[in-house]
């Protein structure tokens, strides 16, 4: 009810505050997505020291998504539409694509806006790889990482990611000598671990620091890109943000799909010449993720956007003595929400959650799969409904066909990893690009 009443308004673009006088097509903004991670695990280890110092030449935030599904669907769709799940009505994890012709992607809207931006997706999720792919005109390039055999933390596979991102914006190996205007970049293993062992665990912790490692060598390549052009007498200046889809609760068990402060938390980080450096803006969302990246290539805003163009937030700029205790100070203000929202959330997620595992574990036995999934997403978008989500949608019945990448994008060129690759580190990042 918040989000209806108190809606932010559509962000009037201006010349001061936006790309528009850029060419799009010279534009680069990278978009790394961290799925399941909590920004309270990642400032107490003094370790993470590449996550630490893009802090400190970014604009940070920690909001809490409060009233909205810690799944990780509805929240990628709200990251790469900038509209919630009440609207978009995705309230599970399973891929339904005409969500996107109603709420395009960023990728549709770039690629409307102007076909010469180059857009990419990599990724180490299907979901990801079939939002890139979906709507009206999809990335320009979408490349599905899948689980490399015997990697059951998935850290081998984020590091194949990383490897492929690395390869994308150096732009120096062959066949990767077109450098993407935009890129998004998901990385999936500290979600993974926050599953098995719960997101106060040594492993949960361990995924972040290898995910620590991953990030510094895709902002090492956006450095020595940014200075090969530069040398070249034509500099790039590149726009980072880092995001992630919901928290985890410190326990091992459901990890995420409810409402404790802990599962709500997200945190949003901003590197790029319209942000400052080490400040905190408690009002930033991660709705606002496609908004901003659209300005930054000067590409008109849906009058029907949740989420606004970060660079119009920052009235609400502050730059704390300690940017750390900052913004623990602001995790520390997440709260759950009232009696009601919790049960009416509590009561979704369940009822989301039993037709997606009937399209899991049933959904390619012939007949039995489509009834099951019919008979039990008929009451799951019911009770979608009745708890505010306008976007619920009980047709079509039968469920998506299940995802197939295309054939020439099965894996990226680098997932076959050498045995002595080592365990998913930085170094085995750098030893699977070489």
């Known amino acids: 009810m918040e989000r209806i009443v108190f809606r932010r308004t559509a962000y009037v673009a201006s010349p001061q505050t936006t790309a528009q006088l850029v060419d799009p097509t010279t534009q680069h903004v990278l978009v790394i ?109 979408v490349v599905p990482i899948a689980q490399i055999p015997g990697d059951t933390n998935w850290s081998l596979t984020d590091a194949a990611v990383t490897a492929e991102a690395v ?59 940014e200075a090969a052009t530069c040398a070249a007498g034509a500099c790039e200046d590149w726009t980072v943000i880092v995001v992630t889809d919901h928290g985890h609760r410190p326990k091992k068990g459901v990890g995420h799909g409810f409402q404790s402060p802990d599962e709500t938390a997200t945190f949003v980080i901003v590197d790029g010449p319209a942000f400052g450096n080490g400040l905190i803006n408690p009002t930033y969302q991660i709705v606002d993720v496609t908004p901003t990246v659209l300005s930054l290539f000067g590409a008109p805003q849906p009058s029907d956007s ?7 937030l920052s009235q609400s700029d502050l730059d704390p003595v300690d940017l750390h205790q900052a913004l623990q100070d602001q995790i520390a203000t997440n709260k759950a929400p009232g009696f009601l929202t919790n049960v009416a959330f509590n009561a979704r997620t369940v009822f989301a959650t039993v037709p997606y ?34 976007g619920a949608s009980i047709f079509p019945l039968l469920p998506p066909p299940p995802f197939t990448p295309p054939p020439e994008q099965t894996t990226a060129p680098d997932t076959a990893i050498r045995a002595d690759c080592g365990d998913g580190s930085a170094l085995a990042a750098a030893c699977i690009a070489s």
């Open 33 to 141: 997505g961290v799925d399941g991670t909590n920004l309270s695990r990642v400032l107490a280890d003094p370790t993470n020291t590449n996550f630490f110092a893009l802090m400190d030449t970014s604009t940070n935030s920690a909001p809490s998504i409060v009233g909205h599904t810690t799944i990780s669907n509805p929240s990628w769709t709200a990251i790469l539409t900038g509209a919630w799940d009440n609207k978009t009505g995705v309230i599970n994890n399973v891929f339904t694509p005409w969500t996107y012709d109603e709420w395009p992607t960023v990728y549709n809207q770039l690629e409307t806006y102007d076909s010469a931006i180059e857009t990419k997706a990599i990724g180490d999720w299907d979901v990801i790889a079939q939002i890139a792919g979906a709507g009206s005109i999809p990335a320009d390039e």
């Open 306 to 312: 949740d989420g606004v163009p970060l660079m119009s």
């Open 357 to 390: 595992y009937v399209y899991t574990y049933v959904g390619q036995v012939p007949v039995v799969g489509d009834v099951l999934y019919v008979a039990t997403n008929i009451p799951a978008q019911i009770v979608a409904r009745l708890t505010g989500v306008t």
């Open 167 to 225: 390869k994308s914006i150096e732009g120096t190996d062959p066949g990767y000598e077109e450098v993407p205007n935009f890129l998004f970049t998901y990385l999936v293993q500290v979600d993974e671990n926050g599953h098995m062992f719960g997101g106060a665990s040594p492993e949960y912790a361990a995924a972040i620091s290898r995910t620590d490692d991953n990030l510094g060598l895709i902002l090492d390549a956006v450095a020595a890109r």
